[in-house]
């Protein structure tokens, strides 16, 4: 007798999709897409639906995640009849309005970098009396060497203490990048999510921590192994903070705005070659006019405003296409090796004065583009090449890149001034070439080389 060959009969996937509509404090689901909205309370931009096999059934939740955040410029932030600090944060007319009204005291847990709160500490003290704010201020020493998941722990130990409300009682953070980011995941952490301020003090954190979603701390010796995308309710900019930064410092944050210029903005290339030095002289304040515009406004301006181009529309980074991460291929694991020798914004640099090499190798600048990108970093007194940033460093920070980024190495390159695209495709041959040229022009023979 002859084996009988039974096929599983297919069965039909059902699926249905529900909107979700609030009616008396309750949600329920609804089964179609067209909703009588006056015979409920509330629709919800989250749908579930539904499908069965007959194996079983799955719910599928799509649920949209919405963060509103302000970027705001706020001269004289410290100053107790500017009222940003406090309620800058609150977009809601009613919810200003009745606290303005009330006899009640704010609350407000604000965490400074140590070395900030000698400089403004007793500016804040004064600013918080003067408001009537019951406060707690925690100065810290908010370094890369101390970015752990320990001061993360202190903070949030001393929230709890202060018994924040995690809903209207926003912690403030004021610092550098290492500050805004460790406070960052804290109130990330903490009751799942507690709203917060970023107030950046140097000009790295003004042009570029203090804008995006991104929170961290070291871990396993790897930078910002640990983090969470957590955005703040507001970023609170005001550039009187960074007159008191030392000059190796701002030339940092330049690192920072030359990488959005070499990316996506020409003009900015521009100013900062004919004005970069100035800048960095006056630290920012000497707002000399430049074409009919003043240039440090124009140059924060411009950064801050294409920075938020890029970020805005991939603010979790679900695509990892990313023109900002130029300048960030290799500076992670140099900047974690020579610790604390070089500042982020160096290490980024040193990552982009070797990637112009590559570019340049590649045929995508000329010899004279080159050039200028490279006479203008040495201009802002930023560091071009470092003798810890070995061919060895540099393959096995882009085997990482390849590991950690869908098998793609992701290479954001300039194609031009204040052009650029992203490669994932550059051979070996052009990344040792460049190399080498990159050794013999501005450090020692390649050969000489160890790790």
């Known amino acids: 007798m002859g084996k009988v060959h039974l096929k599983d009969k297919e069965i039909k996937e059902k699926k249905?999709?529900?909107?979700?509509?609030?009616?008396?404090?309750?949600?329920?689901?609804?089964?179609?897409k067209k909703i009588n909205r006056d015979a409920v309370d509330c629709v919800s931009d989250a749908k579930i639906s539904e499908s069965n096999t007959g194996k079983g059934t799955t719910w599928t939740v799509k649920s949209p995640i919405v963060f509103t955040y302000k970027v705001t410029e706020s001269p004289g932030l410290l100053d107790p009849s500017n009222d940003t600090l406090l309620l800058g944060h609150i977009t809601d007319p009613q919810q200003l309005e009745d606290i303005k009204k009330s006899n009640k005291p704010l609350r407000r847990f604000v965490v400074i970098d140590q070395d900030v709160y000698k400089i403004y500490g007793p500016k804040l003290t004064e600013y918080l009396e003067a408001n009537n704010v019951k406060y707690k201020i925690l100065a810290l020493p908010t370094t890369e060497e101390n970015k752990s998941m320990e001061l993360v722990l202190k903070i949030v130990e001393e929230v709890n203490n202060f018994s924040l409300d995690r809903r209207t009682e926003p912690i403030i953070a004021i610092g550098g990048g290492v500050c805004l980011d460790i406070v960052g995941l804290a109130a990330s952490?903490?009751?799942?999510?507690?709203?917060y301020i970023r107030v950046p003090t140097t000009l790295l954190s003004y042009i570029d921590?203090?804008?995006?979603?991104?929170?961290?701390?070291?871990f396993a010796q790897c930078k910002n192994k640990l983090g969470a995308y957590?955005?703040?309710?507001?970023?609170?900019?005001?550039?009187?903070?960074?007159?008191?930064?030392?000059?190796?410092?701002?030339?940092?944050?330049?690192a920072e705005m030359l990488k959005m210029a070499l990316m996506k903005q020409r003009g900015l290339f521009d100013l900062l070659e004919k004005q970069g030095r100035m800048l960095l002289d006056t630290k920012f304040q000497a707002d000399n006019t430049v074409c009919g515009q003043k240039a440090a406004s124009q140059a924060t301006y411009i950064a801050i405003k294409v920075m938020l181009e890029e970020l805005a529309p991939n603010l979790w980074e679900d695509d990892l296409n990313r023109l900002v991460d130029f300048g960030h291929l290799i500076s992670p694991a140099l900047e974690m090796k020579v610790l604390p020798s070089l500042l982020h914004g160096e290490a980024v640099n040193i990552d982009m004065s070797y990637m112009?090499?590559?570019?340049?190798?590649?045929?995508?600048?000329?010899?004279?583009?080159?050039?200028r990108i490279i006479n203008c970093m040495v201009d802002l007194e930023l560091p071009v090449w470092h003798e810890a940033c070995t061919m060895e460093l540099i393959q096995r920070s882009l085997q990482d890149r390849l590991k950690h980024s869908g098998g793609l190495v992701r290479m954001p390159l300039p194609v031009g001034l204040g052009q650029a695209d992203i490669f994932n495709n550059t051979s070996s041959e052009i990344l040792q070439r460049a190399y080498e040229k990159w050794c013999d022009d501005l450090g020692v023979p390649s050969d000489n080389q160890d790790d």
């Open 189 to 195: 952490l903490y009751r799942r999510r507690t709203p």
């Open 356 to 371: 112009v090499y590559v570019s340049k190798e590649s045929g995508l600048l000329t010899e004279e583009e080159k050039q």
């Open 209 to 218: 921590a203090s804008l995006g979603a991104k929170t961290g701390v070291n």
């Open 230 to 254: 957590i955005p703040p309710v507001a970023a609170f900019l005001d550039l009187s903070f960074i007159q008191t930064v030392p000059r190796r410092h701002i030339s940092n944050g330049l």
């Open 16 to 32: 249905t999709e529900f909107s979700l509509v609030r009616v008396k404090s309750t949600w329920k689901c609804k089964p179609g």
